[in-house]
């Protein structure tokens, strides 16, 4: 009865034996050898800026924001293009989900929004 599942076990099992194995071995085989080069943070192959003082190279929050609402919207257009393409099909049950969505994903903007995420300070 679950013969049909044996290929999707054995997939799962070498994948989590090959990472729990790339996992072990590259301490043992990687490099040992650090040096002010390798170290520092990596901007396109160009020297590295002076970091501010008071900043200690860390990445202003915002930009995270900015980030993580680009991604939201991606998701967003992701899940409504389905619909776009085959409304005719769906229906009323369509169109209602298609509103549910659109309104939760609403609320959420209108959080980040009151919350200050979409101003450029």
Known sequence: MLDPYIPLVLMFALAFGFAAFSVAIAPLVGPRRYNRAKLDAYECGIEPSPQPVGGGGRMPVAYYLTAMMFILFDIEMVFLFPYAVSADALG????????????????????????????WD
Do not use: C, N
């Not at 009323?92 to 979409?118: M, P």
């Open 92 to 119: 009323l049950y369509g169109v209602v989900a298609v509103i549910l969505f659109i309104v939760t994903f609403g609320f959420a903007d209108l959080y980040v929004w009151r919350r200050g995420g979409f101003d």
